[in-house]
C-alpha cells in the first residue's frame, strides 16, 4: 500500500513501484549522477542529475526537461536518489511547483532497493517526448522576501533542517531545529505517518500553521522536510528554495547559540 | 553447496554458505531491559505541560532529572540526555541506536562520560521523549541518571577478566542497578548517591564514591565465602574525601542490608538544605567515622531483622557464553599488519586472566565518538569480541574484551579503518576533560578542548611510547566541581578566571599527585597554570622527572615521594617544582600575545560566566 494521506500520496512502496512498472504506467526518474545511473538503476527508469537540474530550474527549462522524459499532465511519476530521498525530494518539488500533481518519491534507497536484491538494469529506456502544461504552484514556494515578512506572523512557523551543530552556529531568526536525519526511519526516507506527528506535535508543529522548511543551500533536505510535513497531513508547507546561502549573501539578519564551544563536543 | 540450520525463538531458517557469508556473527542481546516505554509517552506531556506553564519549573527541572535529562549552558530549549549503562556493559545493537539517535536528535556525535553513561548533548528539550523512545527499543534508559538517585551502577571493565580479582563483581554490580532502579527509597535522597564495583584495587576508584566495593574471597574452615571490602564516604567534589573501609570483609548475603542501611542513614540524616555540602562524603566527615562507622553497623541489624527474606539481589551468575566469532575467509588473506600496531598494542591492550585473550581499549578525544565510528563500532564488537558486547571505562574509552590474540591484527586494521585506532588508551596521554564549556552550565573554561589538545599534541610527541609515564593520569575539569575527577590524577587542572587589568584569561589550578588506586590521596595543589600555558607546563614537569628520576621510577612513583616528602633529589617538595614553573605562566600582555587570552575552540575575548548548575536540585 502506499502511504495515503489527507493530500494525497507522497511516497510510493517497493512493490507499488514494481508492478507500475511492469504495467508501464508510470515514468521513473532516477537523479543520481550520470555514472551512477548507467552502470544501473531501476529498469525503464530515465535519469535526470540533480546537478543538471539546478544549472537551471527556470518554469521554461523545467518544462523543457519534463517533456523530454516523456511525461505529460497525466503521467505518474517517482523520483528516487540515493541520498536519503533529499535530492529525490527536490526534483519532485520542481515537479510539483510546475504543475504535475502526480509525483511520488521512492519510499526507500536506491541502494536499499539493491540490497534487497530486487531488479535493475543498465538500459537506457527510449522516451517518447510528450507536451506537458504549465501551471505553476507559488504557494509552495518561499522566497527570501516572502519569507522575511512571513516569520514576523504568529501563525507561521519557520524549520531549520540542517545538522544540529549548524544550526546552533547560525541561523535564521526565529527558526526550529529539525535535522533532516530526524524524519528518516531506518530503511525508509520518511518516518511512518503516525512517528512523523507524534514527533511534530512534540514541538507543537500543527496543522493550523504556515509551515516554511530551509536547508543549507539549494532545498534538497528541506524539500524532504516539506514531503515529512505533507506525509504527516500538514499540507500549508512551502519550500524555501534557496535556502540559507541565499539568506547570507543578501545579509539579512542571523542569531547564533551564544556562550557555548558546541563544536568541541563533536568528534569529527 | 553445504547447508546449515539456525535456531531463532520460533522455527529453523535453512541458510546456504554462500548466504552465510553475508551475515555477521549471531548478536549478542543485552540480558536485561532497563527501559519502560511509558516514561517517553509520560515524558512527552510533562514538556508540554510544562511549555504551557502548567509545571512549576522546579518540580519539572526535578522530574526532567529524574529521567535523566540534565540542562544545557545558557539555554532552556535543550537538554544533555545522560544514558546509564550499568555495569558498563553496551551491546551492539545498544551502540548502533546510539549512532543513530545521535544523528536525529543529538550532533551527530556522543559522548563516553566517566561513569559509565553515553551522553547526547544539545538535544532539544521537545525531543528527549523521542529519545526515550529509542533507548527502549534496545533495552536502555537513562531514568535516575541525574538527580538525587543512585546513579548509574559502575563496574571496572575488567571485572572478569583481570588477572588480580578474586571474582567477577558484574554480576553483583547489576543486581544492585536492577534493585535501586525506579526503587521508591532512591528517589528522593538528600543528593546523589554512587555505587563503584571494581575488580582490584588497582582498576577500580572504590574510595572516592559513596560506595565502593572490591570482591574478596574468604576461607572460613576450608569452604570458600564470597564478599567484599566495602568503602564508605569517599568522593569528588567542591571538598573531596577519601572512603573508609567498613569491615575487614561484608559476606555477599549482607551486600543488600548494607548498601540500604546507608542509604537509610543517608536519608534520614543527610543535609537537605545545604547544596553544597550534600552529598553523604559531607555527613561522614561532620559525624566522624567511628560514629558514622557504628550507625551503619546498628542500622544493618535492623534492616536484616525487618526487611522480607524476600529482599534479596537477584544475582544471575551464568556465564556470559564466550565464543570466538567465525572468521569470515578469504577476506583478509595475506594481508600485512599496518604500521603503527606494536605501538597501539603496547599502549591499548591488556592480557586478561583467560589465556589468549586481549582486552582492548579505544582512545577517544575527551570520550567523544561520531555516528558513523558507532555505527562501525557495532559490527567491530560483533565480529571481534568472543563475549559479543563491549564494557565502558572509567576513563572516557570503552573496552573490546575477550579479543582472542590471533585477531588483534586484523581487529586493528578495522578500527583503522573508522578512526577509532590511535594509540595511547591506557596512558597518560588520553586526558580525561569534562564538557566544560562546550555544554555545561557551570563550567568556566573549555577543559573539553584543552584534553583534546594535550592528546593531539602527546600523541604527536609519542609521548604515549614512554613507558616512565604510562601509569600517570591528567584530569581537567572546567571549574572546581570536580566532573574530570582532577583530584585524583598525577596532574590534574581546574578552571578559572585570570586577570591582567580588565583583560581575563582561562586559567587553571594546577595540582599533582592524586590517586586512586590502594594508595590513594588527593592530588597537592601547586600553582594556577593560563589555559594556553597548560602544555608547556606538563613538558616541563616530565623535563623535571627525567633529570631527577631513579631507575624504575615512572612520573607517578616520582611524584608520589616529592608530594608525600620522601624526594632525595634537588626536588625535594612541591616547592622546588613550582620554582621552576613560575616563569613560564607569567602572563604575557594582551599587545605581546592576544592568543593567550583566548580560551581554546574560541576567537572571542575570555570571561567567566555560568548558568545555574543542576548537580543539587
Redesign the interface.
Known amino acids: 500500500m502506499c502511504c495515503l494521506t489527507d493530500s494525497g500520496k507522497i511516497t510510493t512502496d517497493v512493490d507499488t513501484l514494481r508492478s507500475e512498472i511492469r504495467d508501464k504506467s508510470v515514468r521513473v526518474i532516477d537523479v543520481r549522477r550520470e555514472g551512477d545511473y548507467k552502470q544501473d538503476h531501476i529498469p525503464t527508469a530515465v535519469n535526470l542529475p540533480l546537478a543538471n537540474l539546478l544549472s537551471d530550474d527556470s518554469p521554461e527549462r523545467v518544462l523543457k526537461l519534463v517533456n523530454s522524459m516523456g511525461i505529460d499532465d497525466e503521467t505518474p511519476v517517482v523520483v528516487y536518489d540515493d541520498t536519503f530521498g533529499a535530492l529525490a525530494s527536490r526534483v519532485a518539488w520542481t515537479l510539483e511547483y510546475l504543475g504535475h500533481s502526480d509525483v511520488t518519491l521512492l519510499e526507500t534507497t536506491y541502494s536499499h532497493w539493491k540490497s534487497l536484491g530486487l531488479e535493475n538494469d543498465s538500459a537506457i529506456p527510449e522516451v517518447q517526448i510528450r507536451e506537458h502544461s504549465m501551471k505553476l504552484h507559488p504557494e509552495i514556494l518561499a522566497t527570501s522576501d516572502y519569507l522575511e515578512h512571513a516569520k514576523t506572523r504568529d501563525d507561521v512557523i519557520l524549520i531549520d533542517n540542517r545538522?544540529?551543530?549548524n544550526f546552533?552556529e547560525q541561523h535564521i531568526p526565529g527558526a526550529?531545529?529539525l535535522?533532516y536525519?530526524?524524519l528518516a526511519s531506518?530503511d525508509k526516507i520518511l518516518r511512518s505517518k503516525e512517528d512523523m506527528k507524534?514527533?511534530l506535535d512534540?514541538?507543537?508543529i500543527t496543522g493550523d500553521s504556515e509551515i516554511i522548511t530551509y536547508c543549507g543551500s539549494v532545498g534538497t533536505l528541506s524539500g524532504l522536510a516539506y514531503y515529512a510535513l505533507k506525509s504527516a497531513g500538514l499540507p500549508n508547507a512551502k519550500l524555501y528554495v534557496r535556502s540559507f546561502k541565499e539568506w547570507k549573501t543578501l545579509e539579512k539578519p542571523t542569531e547564533k547559540?551564544?556562550?557555548?564551544?558546541?563544536?568541541?563536543?563533536?568528534?569529527? | 553447496m553445504s547447508k546449515i540450520y539456525i535456531q531463532t525463538k520460533r522455527n529453523f531458517i535453512v541458510l546456504t554458505i554462500s548466504d552465510l557469508k553475508q551475515t555477521v556473527p549471531d548478536s549478542a542481546k543485552h540480558k536485561i531491559n532497563w527501559s519502560r516505554i511509558e516514561e517517553a509517552d509520560d515524558f512527552?506531556k510533562t514538556?508540554?505541560l510544562f511549555?504551557q506553564g502548567k509545571y512549576d519549573e522546579d518540580s519539572f527541572r526535578r522530574y526532567r532529572l529524574q529521567h535523566g535529562a540534565y540542562g544545557?549552558?545558557?539555554?532552556g530549549d535543550y537538554a544533555m540526555v545522560r544514558i546509564k549503562l550499568p555495569a558498563g556493559e553496551i551491546y551492539p545493537d545498544q551502540i548502533e541506536k546510539i549512532s543513530?539517535l545521535s544523528?536525529?536528535?543529538?550532533?551527530?556525535?556522543a559522548?563516553f562520560s566517566t561513569r559509565e553513561n553515553i551522553q547526547l548533548?544539545?538535544v532539544?528539550l521537545?525531543?528527549v521523549?523521542?529519545i526515550f523512545r529509542g533507548l527502549s527499543e534496545v533495552g536502555l534508559t537513562s531514568r535516575e541518571a541525574c538527580g538525587n538517585s543512585v546513579r548509574n551502577v559502575m563496574c571496572s571493565p575488567l571485572s572478569g577478566v583481570c588477572p588480580a580479582e578474586e571474582f567477577d563483581s558484574t554480576p553483583y554490580a547489576l543486581a544492585t542497578a536492577r534493585f535501586f532502579l525506579r526503587n521508591p527509597m532512591s528517589q528522593n535522597l538528600p543528593r546523589k548517591f554512587k555505587f563503584n564495583f571494581t575488580c582490584c584495587e588497582k582498576h577500580g576508584m572504590v574510595r572516592m564514591v559513596d560506595v565502593g566495593l572490591i570482591p574478596q574471597i574468604r576461607d572460613i574452615d576450608g569452604t570458600s565465602q564470597r564478599g567484599f571490602k566495602i568503602f564508605l564516604g569517599g568522593g569528588l567534589g567542591n571538598r573531596s574525601f577519601v572512603g573508609h573501609q567498613l569491615e575487614d570483609f561484608t559476606p555477599e548475603e549482607d551486600l543488600l542490608y548494607t548498601s540500604i542501611a546507608v542509604m537509610r542513614i543517608f536519608d534520614r540524616l543527610g543535609d537537605r538544605k545545604n547544596l553544597a555540602r550534600n552529598r553523604m562524603r559531607y555527613l561522614v566527615n561532620d559525624m566522624g567515622w567511628d560514629k558514622f562507622q557504628n550507625l551503619v553497623f546498628k542500622e544493618r541489624a535492623v534492616v536484616r531483622a525487618t526487611q522480607s527474606v524476600i529482599t534479596q539481589l537477584e544475582v544471575d551468575k551464568t556465564p556470559n557464553v564466550i565464543k570466538r566469532p567465525i572468521k569470515i575467509s578469504n577476506e583478509d588473506g595475506g594481508e600485512t599488519i599496518p604500521d603503527g600496531y606494536a605501538r597501539w598494542l603496547k599502549t591499548n591492550t591488556v592480557k586478561q586472566t583467560q589465556e589468549d585473550y586481549r582486552s582492548v581499549f579505544l582512545t577517544?578525544?575527551a570520550g567523544?565518538?561520531?555516528a558513523s565510528?558507532l555505527h562501525g563500532l557495532s559490527d567491530i564488537i560483533r565480529n571481534f569480541s568472543s563475549e559479543g558486547m563491549a564494557r565502558s571505562g572509567f576513563e572516557q574509552n570503552l573496552a573490546l574484551r575477550y579479543v582472542h590474540e590471533d585477531d588483534l591484527p586484523r581487529l586493528y586494521s578495522k578500527l583503522i579503518k573508522i578512526g577509532l585506532a590511535k594509540s595511547g588508551a591506557l596512558t597518560m596521554t588520553a586526558p580525561i576533560g569534562c564538557?566544560?564549556?562546550?555544554?555545561c552550565n557551570l563550567a568556566l573554561t573549555?577543559s573539553?578542548?584543552l584534553a583534546?589538545e594535550i592528546q593531539r599534541k602527546f600523541l604527536e610527541l609519542k609521548l604515549d611510547e614512554d613507558e616512565d609515564l604510562g601509569d600517570s593520569s591528567i584530569k581537567i575539569s572546567g571549574c572546581p566541581n570536580s566532573c574530570a575527577q582532577h583530584g585524583i590524577a598525577t596532574l590534574g587542572f581546574f578552571g578559572g578566571g585570570g586577570r591582567v587589568g580588565k583583560d581575563m584569561y582561562a586559567n587553571y589550578q594546577m595540582s599533582i599527585g592524586g590517586r586512586s588506586d590502594g594508595d590513594t590521596m588527593l592530588g597537592q595543589t601547586i600553582l594556577r597554570v593560563p589555559a594556553k600555558r597548560i602544555i608547556t607546563v606538563i613538558l616541563k614537569v616530565i623535563e623535571i622527572f627525567k633529570a631527577n628520576k631513579k631507575s624504575g621510577d615512572t612520573l607517578k612513583s616520582w611524584i608520589h615521594r616529592v608530594v608525600n616528602g620522601n624526594e632525595d633529589s634537588e626536588i625535594k617538595s612541591i616547592a622546588d617544582i613550582k620554582k621552576i614553573l613560575e616563569p613560564i605562566v607569567i602572563p604575557p600582555t594582551i599587545e605581546e600575545d592576544p592568543d593567550f587570552y583566548l580560551?581554546?575552540?574560541?576567537d572571542t575575548s575570555y570571561h567567566t560566566?555560568t548558568g545555574k548548575g543542576e548537580c543539587a536540585a
Open positions: 545538522e544540529r551543530l546552533l526550529i531545529s535535522p536525519r530526524t531506518n507524534r514527533l512534540n514541538r507543537g547559540q551564544e556562550d557555548a564551544n558546541y563544536w568541541d563536543l563533536s568528534a569529527e | 512527552a514538556v508540554k511549555r544545557t549552558r545558557m539555554t543513530q544523528e536525529q536528535y543529538s550532533i551527530g556525535s559522548h548533548h544539545w532539544i521537545e525531543d521523549s523521542e577517544l578525544e567523544d565518538i561520531t565510528q564538557s566544560g564549556t562546550t555544554s573549555n573539553h578542548r583534546k580560551d581554546y575552540g574560541s560566566k
